[in-house]
């Protein structure tokens, strides 16, 4: 009974992710796109026709989720969510396999951004408008959404919250889970409009400004144009930029403490002022390197704050080839793609918050060494931290870190270059979407064998849901509860 339950679940969720295709759908019969009509048509009609029976006849059921069962719904809802919404790509033709699609959907969701169409200029609107929406509903997460909006998953909702959530601390903020979820869903919108606005004034036509608000909210990097942000040549949508992508890199349980009026508590923020730290000094550094080559102050700066914004939110937008920056800017760049953004926010990779704890932890372990009888702990946000949270986050940055090799032994397996291997293994498990050298354009994936893409799909995947969801799934004992 309990496997059918949880059966049903899925159904019932790939039933409402299937409704948000009637966006691009509409899209496409109002602008005439025969061929994207019934791309889209297609597998909404089916997941419909398959959920709707079963909404009907069990909708007043409620469950309660153990951890276990909470983590193979996540699971199950990225991995299902992913192949339904490439559906669409694959059918209308304009992505030449399967595999090719599911790779460009997995980028999306996943809030990645590298793509493997070479020319996305050539797209139709529809088409555009799934990407990005794609970017849009991964960024806060689809079980989030799912959660939010279905009050059948209100009780022990919040195991599929901890399960999708960044970072090694999870909490909701409100009582009930699904106030939690409605009001990240309210911020994100918000913000999300505001920042629609401004691409507005900044001199982006409607549907442009529309997708670049999805991706840049989303920290992804999905653009209309081949040059992204570059394509624009506008000072003020960089500023937009830069202002929204360290927003988006911030702790969204923060920005509504914020709207709260509570100052204090992100004033003593531990992760916080370590977030703000590391992207000032790294902006620095680059612009330092960048000024003998650039000239101009502000053009250097808008560069040096743009770049280091979008590879530490891992939104993946650019407006310069770091291929020809300075080696130590490119340095610099390299650097922030193993760090990320903080926890609780849209933003993929290890998580500030994972230094500040390993280096507090290091600091107590030199003490030690100095004073062996005495017991030290590390305080986050002037509270005494957990020691399990510590044994949490040295395994997952060991599992983060194999990954890293083992992505890099599979692109390399294909003939890559060993640097390119490595840059798409970081971009791809640290959801960062952007690099250096060949992987400056994602698109270095179009040509590659399909079990890289399949591997790569994986990697962006386990990447979003923090490793340890997935993984629990190939541990057998797992399955005994």
Not at 5 to 14: D, N, S
Not at 62 to 76: D, H, M, P, W, Y
Not at 230 to 255: E, H, R, W
Not at 352 to 376: A, D, H
């Amino acid at each position: 009974m309990r496997k059918l339950a949880i059966l049903r679940l899925i159904i019932l969720f790939l039933g409402l992710f299937s409704l948000t295709m009637i966006f691009p759908l509409l899209a496409a019969v109002l602008y005439r796109e025969d061929k994207m009509v019934f791309s889209f048509a297609l597998p909404m009609g089916v997941s419909l026709a398959v959920a709707l029976p079963v909404f009907l006849f069990t909708w007043k059921v409620k469950l309660r989720f153990t951890s276990a069962e909470g983590i193979f719904l996540v699971c199950s809802a990225w991995v299902t969510g992913s192949l339904l919404g490439a559906a669409p790509y694959y059918l209308s033709g304009y992505v030449p396999s399967f595999s090719n699609a599911v790779f460009e959907c997995v980028s999306g969701i996943s809030t990645t951004g590298v793509t493997i169409i070479p020319d996305v200029e050539i797209l139709p609107l529809s088409f555009h408008l799934w990407r990005g929406m794609t970017h849009w509903l991964g960024g806060m997460g689809i079980v989030v959404l799912t959660v939010a909006m279905v009050p059948l998953l209100g009780v022990g909702g919040f195991q599929l919250l901890k399960a999708e959530t960044s970072g090694p601390m999870k909490e909701k903020f409100t009582p009930k889970v699904t106030n939690t979820a409605k009001i990240l869903w309210l911020i994100y919108c918000a913000i999300t409009v505001i920042l629609f606005v401004l691409f507005m004034m900044g001199g982006m036509n409607w549907f442009d400004a529309l997708i670049h608000s999805f991706s840049l909210m989303a920290s992804g990097g999905f653009s209309t144009k081949n040059d992204s942000i570059a394509y624009y040549n506008s000072p003020f949508i960089d500023y937009v930029c830069i202002v929204f992508m360290f927003i988006t890199g911030f702790n969204y349980v923060l920005i509504y403490r914020l709207l709260q009026g509570k100052f204090r508590e992100i004033i003593n923020n531990s992760e916080a002022k370590a977030y703000g730290l590391i992207y000032l000094i790294a902006a620095v550094v680059v612009a330092f390197s960048l000024f003998p080559m650039v000239g101009s102050i502000e053009k250097t700066l808008r560069y040096a704050f743009f770049d280091a914004a979008s590879i530490l939110s891992t939104t993946g937008l650019g407006i310069a080839n770091h291929n020809l920056w300075p080696p130590l800017a490119r340095f610099m760049i390299f650097m922030l793609m193993f760090v990320g953004g903080c926890s609780g926010s849209t933003s993929g990779n290890i998580k500030v918050i994972r230094y500040v704890i390993l280096f507090k932890q290091t600091r107590n372990e030199l003490k030690r060494q100095l004073f062996p009888s005495g017991v030290f702990s590390i305080r986050l946000d002037n509270k005494l931290g957990k020691k399990d949270v510590v044994y949490r986050v040295a395994g997952f940055m060991f599992l983060y870190y194999m990954f890293i090799l083992a992505g890099t032994l599979l692109v390399s397996s294909s003939g890559a270059d060993l640097f390119d291997s490595l840059n798409a293994s970081l971009i791809c498990l640290g959801n960062v979407g952007f690099g250096l050298g060949a992987l400056t354009s994602g698109t270095i994936f179009y040509t590659a064998p399909d079990y890289v893409k399949w591997g790569a799909s994986f990697l962006m995947l386990i990447g979003r849901l923090e490793i340890f969801t997935v993984i629990l799934l190939f541990i057998p004992s797992y399955w005994d509860k």
